[in-house]
T-cell receptor
């Protein structure tokens, strides 16, 4: 299994500002994933981040709004830009495990509130 | 795309057995996962099914029927700490990244 940490754990931000969320993994991984979980909703994949290449975004998510960096095999950042109250959510970083199931391991999440 | 359906909320009594169902529609099915998520915490992996049948792991079991697009998670000897959200996730449609259902909030009461 992988141990994943995220910073910050929570934040309250003003609309129009940006917040960068950091994700650190205790081992080298090829793929890192960013999810959003809105209250009472499922986990929604925002993008997949490979080291050394542009992130791949899911339908409904764009790079200008959610720029992602992946500078090495253990670290990634997600920025939520020009925030609005609709961006209030939990943002989770995830990595894929090895083995037959390829299950995913999740970080503790960042709880974002936009006023 | 994939369509995953599970009940929004269930309640059960401590010591009892509860079954949480998940139905799905997908092409190219390639695995079903169950995760447990306590409030304010990250989802944690519980089980994985890719072939039909029952997988047992302690107090938790997971069942899959691919022909029916159906799975259930069975929790035995319920404990208060089992109160959590249980997420069904399906991998298919040519993607190795699973799609998550909305989750079932299980409330265990004394």
């Amino acid at each position: 299994s992988a141990v994943i940490s995220q910073k910050p754990s929570r934040d309250i931000c003003q609309r129009g500002t940006s917040l960068t969320i950091q994700c650190q993994v205790d081992s080298q991984v090829t793929m890192m994933f960013w999810y959003r979980q809105q209250p009472g909703q499922s986990l929604t994949l925002i993008a997949t981040a490979n080291q050394g290449s542009e992130a791949t975004y899911e339908s409904g998510f764009v790079i200008d709004k959610f720029p992602i960096s992946r500078p090495n095999l253990t670290f990634s950042t997600l920025t939520v830009s020009n925030m609005s109250p609709e961006d209030s959510s939990i943002y989770l970083c995830s990595v894929e495990g090895t083995g037959i199931t390829d299950t995913q391991y999740f970080g503790p999440g960042t709880r974002l509130t936009v006023l | 795309g994939q369509n995953i359906d599970q009940p929004t909320e269930m309640t059960a009594t401590e010591g009892a057995i509860v079954q949480i169902n998940c139905t799905y529609q997908t092409s190219g099915f390639n695995g079903l996962f169950w995760y447990q998520q306590h409030a304010g915490e990250a989802p944690t992996f519980l089980s994985y099914n890719v072939l039909d049948g029952l997988e047992e792991k302690g107090r938790f079991s997971s069942f899959l029927s691919r022909s029916k697009g159906y799975s259930y998670l069975l929790l035995k000897e319920l404990q208060m700490k089992d109160s959590a959200s249980y997420l069904c996730a399906v991998r298919g449609g040519g993607s190795y990244i699973p799609t998550f259902g909305r989750g079932t909030s299980l409330i265990v009461h004394p």
